[in-house]
């Protein structure tokens, strides 16, 4: 069965800094897709990027871009020039690309984030 | 475009009372998707359903919750005799096709049994 570990539970950042989160995840496929979600105190959950298994290429979004290392099975997070809107619950998600599994997102227990000014 | 619409954001119930989420999904898209989220605990998946269809609910509990998505309406995710560890968020989460599509998420219901 499919697992996605994030080992740090609360995290620090001051505000214009970078910080990067963990997440790392085992499976024995080669087809999935793992996502990044965000939960600010709103408890609203937004995706905030997504990886294709497939590409080599890590997935950038604005701020936000991945180092994603599939012999290693470790997908993290990396948030450039943190801003305050930033503080939030993050969650590491994995999805398998074969048949009836692909219908289930798999999360982590979630890294809490916190931008002080 | 509107999001994925949940209703009610905030649901009390007694203990052996029924609890009724209901979930819209985002226009266009027929898969829907219910994960509930326990206090402290990352979302863990409940149920897959499109138009008319139960595609996977292995995360289901056997007993009291069901769920539908009918030809018309919105999804219904219901929990019947409801008790206290019921309590928790629910979210649902639709997408255009199969699970491979982004998951679009709704704000939640949080359901709290008295």
């Known amino acids: 069965a499919q697992t996605v570990t994030q080992s740090q539970p609360e995290m620090s950042v001051q505000e214009a800094e970078t910080v990067t989160l963990s997440c790392t995840y085992d499976?024995?496929?080669?087809?999935?897709?793992l996502f990044w979600y965000k939960q600010p105190p709103s408890r609203q959950m937004i995706l905030v990027i997504r990886?294709?298994?497939?590409?080599?290429q890590n997935a950038t979004e604005n701020r936000f871009s991945v180092n994603f290392q599939k012999a290693a099975k470790s997908f993290s997070l990396k948030i450039s020039d943190s801003q305050l809107g930033d503080t939030a619950m993050y969650f590491c998600?994995?999805?398998?690309?074969?048949?009836?599994?692909?219908?289930?997102?798999?999360f982590g227990t979630g890294t809490l984030l916190a931008v002080q000014p | 475009n509107a999001g994925v619409m949940q209703n009610p954001r905030h649901l009390v119930r007694r203990r052996g009372q029924e609890a009724r989420l209901r979930c819209s999904p985002m226009?266009?898209?027929?898969?829907v998707y219910w994960y509930r989220q326990l206090p402290e605990e990352g979302l863990k998946f409940m149920v897959y359903?499109?138009?008319?269809?139960?595609?996977?609910e292995s995360g289901m509990p056997k007993e009291r919750f069901s769920a539908e998505f009918p030809k018309e309406g919105p999804s219904i995710l219901r929990i019947q005799q409801v008790v206290r560890g019921d309590s928790a968020a629910y979210f649902c989460?639709?997408?255009?096709?199969?699970?491979?599509?982004?998951?679009?998420f709704g704000p939640g219901t949080r359901l709290l049994v008295l």
């Open positions: 990886q294709e298994a497939y590409k080599q």
């Open positions: 989460a639709s997408s255009p096709g199969p699970g491979r599509e982004t998951q679009y």
């Open positions: 499976t024995s496929e080669s087809n999935y897709y």
């Open positions: 226009k266009g898209h027929s898969h």
């Open positions: 998600a994995f999805i398998s690309g074969y048949g009836g599994a692909t219908n289930k997102l798999i």
């Open positions: 359903l499109q138009k008319e269809n139960i595609i996977d």
